[in-house]
T-cell receptor
Framework: GENVEQHPSTLSVQEGDSAVIKCTYSDSASNYFPWYKQELGKGPQLIIDIRSNVGEKKDQRIAVTLNKTAKHFSLHITETQPEDSAVYFC???????????FGRGTSLIVHP | GAGVSQSPSNKVTEKGKDVELRCDPISGHTALYWYRQSLGQGLEFLIYFQGNSAPDKSGLPSDRFSAERTGGSVSTLTIQRTQQEDSAVYLCASNRDRVTEAFFGQGTRLTVV
């Protein structure tokens, strides 16, 4: 089955800096890669996703890149703000499955 | 409702007791998932329901865990003879048929003492 590795487990940045979270996956058939943000006491919420037919996607301060050859994808947050502080999860979904496999999460702390 | 609703929000139970956790998915969503989130861990898949198909139970950690989904809507996750290692946040998610964005509930925090 699919295996998703996520790094780092904790990321601390100053407000205004950029943050990058990286994930690798094992199943070359995976074709959908969502990123979720989980705030304290809440369930994860989708913030951006990318499909295997594109290499990059942007939404305001958030971008995701995908390298299918290397089987890794990354989340980039620019101009970080304290409200970006949360746990971020990457996931991968194979075309033959309907069950996303999640990474272990990255706790992002943005210091004012 | 507007989103996925889970109840209770918190549950404290004694070791050895049975517990039931409830999930109300978004209306019209045919797919429903249960995940477990332990401290410092990722989201561990437990079970998946899709319409009237047989559920995918491949993630259930032991036979003490079971789940059902009545009428294609509300789901209940049951843990029998709870153990301390069952302490975790149990998350439910739903989505439309084979559409990939999953919407999560706020979770039920289970503490076994």
């Amino acid at each position: 089955g699919e295996n998703v590795e996520q790094h780092p487990s904790t990321l601390s940045v100053q407000e205004g800096d950029s943050a990058v979270i990286k994930c690798t996956y094992s199943d070359s058939a995976s074709n959908y890669f969502p990123w979720y943000k989980q705030e304290l006491g809440k369930g994860p919420q989708l913030i951006i996703d990318i499909r295997s037919n594109v290499g990059e996607k942007k939404d305001q301060r958030i971008a995701v890149t995908l390298n299918k050859t290397a089987k890794h994808f990354s989340l980039h947050i620019t101009e970080t703000q304290p409200e970006d502080s949360a746990v971020y999860f990457c996931a991968a979904l194979s075309g033959g499955s309907y069950i996303p496999t999640f990474g272990r999460g990255t706790s992002l702390i943005v210091h004012p | 409702g507007a989103g996925v609703s889970q109840s209770p929000s918190n549950k404290v139970t004694e070791k050895g007791k049975d517990v039931e956790l409830r999930c109300d998915p978004i209306s019209g969503h045919t797919a429903l998932y249960w995940y477990r989130q332990s401290l410092g861990q990722g989201l561990e898949f437990l079970i998946y329901f899709q319409g009237n198909s047989a559920p995918d139970k491949s993630g259930l950690p032991s036979d003490r865990f079971s789940a059902e989904r009545t009428g294609g809507s509300v789901s209940t996750l049951t843990i029998q003879r709870t153990q301390q290692e069952d302490s975790a946040v149990y998350l439910c998610a739903s989505n439309r048929d084979r559409v990939t964005e999953a919407f999560f509930g706020q979770g039920t925090r289970l503490t076994v003492v």
